[in-house]
């Protein structure tokens, strides 16, 4: 049995990092979680804990009362004093895994003092995101940058003390390769999702149902969200009884832009529990998320596990499950012509029959095959 060497310092628990505490726990490597959360990772022994939950209630205090952009700053503004924390639980030879701008020291300290450093790799290399987003809300006249400056630097200069990336996808492991990165420092990893209740239920489409597209996520820049409404346009324009199920999650720099969109036929829904997101999904034709950066999208695996076919760009992660023209397609970055002439040619075979074969992604995306996965990297790298 390996020696509990890892640490995993993050403020807040996520599925992500639930995942990697519970494999490495599993086998052994397990020393300690550090969050600045009232409670642990669920599964994860107290004792293994070691918790700041005051720098998590000003984090709290800020969302609530601060507006979304301000708030996410502020959380970030809160980093520095959790890294000088969790450097004080850390001792000689610990590994420390971490995501962007978290952990600067507890990195620079495990490197010095016999560890290794493994960046959770949620999203693109940091220069990636920045250029990539900064032009976006340059072009769209957004007079605020994608994230707070303060913690793209953190994140950008964390980079010099990284070791492994744990990359869910090839955009991700693209964005470091070409930034200097070894390919053997990339572990090619998946984030598991539990697909259980988003099965398609294999049953005739209603003949009386007019062509519906469906986007299940947040609304915004990042996401694609203008060129997304334009191929709503462009649809509409040809097959005109054409229907747009959204959600309600709609950040402040896209508003300006949805103004425009008021005479699309848009079916609005809240953030729904996960049977009854199943349903809505289920009840359309296809899934369109023209994502600018993503690491692993989940919106778009859950409509694939619901029987969908997706349209989706190359820098969503989930582009890596599409076989085209079987399960989807992959179009270029702000593209709406390309996203409404891909929905064409899927509605003509949608309305002569087809169904998308079941690939069985769950499995794929079980957390089964990410422990396998996780330690096999662990092994090949001494670990």
Known sequence: MPDPRFVITVPFRTDYYNN??????????????LLWTRKGIPGIAPEKHSLCPPLGLLAYAGAKCLSPFAAESFRFSLHPAFDRWSRT????????????????????????????????????????????????????????????????????AMMEDVDYVLSPSEFVTKSFLERGFRDDQILRVFFPV???????????????????????????????????LESFRLIRQAIPNARFLLTESITDSIKPILAHYNDLPIEWASYLPESELAERLRSADLFILPSLEEGLVRTALQAMACGLPVILTPNTGANDYVEEGV????????????IARAA?????????????????????????RLEQVLNQHLQ????
């Open 89 to 156: 639980k850390l001792v000689p030879g610990d590994h420390v895994l971490s995501s962007y701008g978290y952990a600067n020291s507890c990195f620079r300290h495990a490197r010095r003092h016999g560890g290794k450093t493994f960046l959770d790799g949620g999203n693109s290399h940091p220069e990636n995101f920045w250029n990539l987003l900064t032009e976006e809300h340059r072009t769209w006249g957004c007079n605020y940058p994608p994230i707070s400056r303060q913690h793209y630097r953190r994140a950008l």
């Open 344 to 368: 064409e040619w899927w509605w003509e075979k949608i309305r002569n029959g087809y169904q998308v074969p079941d690939d069985r992604i769950g499995e794929q995306l079980s957390f089964g």
């Open 20 to 33: 990697y505490a519970r494999v490495l726990d599993a086998g052994g490597r397990l020393r300690k979680c």
């Open 380 to 383: 090949r790298i001494g670990e």
């Open 327 to 338: 399960n989807g397609s992959v179009v270029p970055l702000r593209d709406p012509q390309a």
């Open 194 to 228: 539990d697909l259980s209740v988003f099965g398609s239920l294999r049953t005739p489409r209603p003949a009386d149902r007019p062509f519906t597209v469906i986007n299940t996520g947040g609304l915004s820049l990042r996401k694609g969200t203008p060129y997304l």
